[in-house]
Structure formats: structure tokens, C-alpha cells
């Protein structure tokens, strides 16, 4: 089965998408620092939060390849 078309823009929207929403933990990370949870449920917490975001941005980055991975740099510089 040969990618092209819209199968190829399909996986191109949804793998932009998926690295822009793995961005999107960063500013969680501040939100953990004030939980009230104890400083090892914290950090549990943000080691499970640093895996979805590298997670969400490998699969991305497979997807959409490096054309996607490049076109969102730009939109995000301005």
C-alpha cells in the first residue's frame, strides 16, 4: 500500500498535532511543583508527564516526519 494523497496528509495533520500537544506538558511541570503531593508522588507524577510528552513527540515526528517536525519550528519562532 503506497502513502500518498490524503493518507499522507492525514498522518501529516495528526503527527504535527501530536508534537504540538507534547509540547504542551511543559508548562504542566510548574503545575506539579504545587500539588499537594508528597515530593515523591511529585516527581512520579512528572517522570510519567515527561514520557507522554516524548512519547506524543516521537510518534509525531514518525508520522508527520521531518517535514512536520519543520514546518511547526516555524510557526512557533513567528
Same mark, same amino acid.
Given at each position: 500500500?503506497?502513502?500518498?494523497?490524503?493518507?499522507?496528509?492525514?498522518?501529516?495533520? *495528526?503527527? *504535527?498535532?501530536?508534537? /504540538? *500537544?507534547? !509540547? !504542551? *506538558?511543559?508548562?504542566?511541570?510548574?503545575?506539579?511543583?504545587? !500539588?499537594?503531593?508528597?515530593?515523591?508522588? +511529585? @516527581?512520579?507524577? /512528572? @517522570?510519567? /508527564?515527561? @514520557?507522554?510528552? =516524548?512519547? !506524543?513527540?516521537?510518534?509525531? @515526528?514518525?508520522?508527520?516526519?521531518?517535514?512536520?517536525?519543520? =514546518?511547526? +519550528?516555524?510557526?512557533?519562532?513567528?
Amino acid at each position: 500500500m503506497a502513502f500518498g494523497g490524503a493518507d499522507r496528509r492525514v498522518r501529516f495533520i *495528526v503527527g *504535527v498535532a501530536f508534537i /504540538a *500537544v507534547s !509540547l !504542551l *506538558v511543559y508548562p504542566a511541570y510548574l503545575v506539579i511543583a504545587f !500539588l499537594p503531593f508528597s515530593g515523591t508522588i +511529585k @516527581l512520579r507524577i /512528572a @517522570l510519567l /508527564a515527561s @514520557l507522554l510528552s =516524548w512519547g !506524543l513527540f516521537g510518534a509525531g @515526528l514518525c508520522l508527520s516526519g521531518r517535514e512536520g517536525y519543520e =514546518w511547526l +519550528k516555524r510557526r512557533l519562532r513567528g
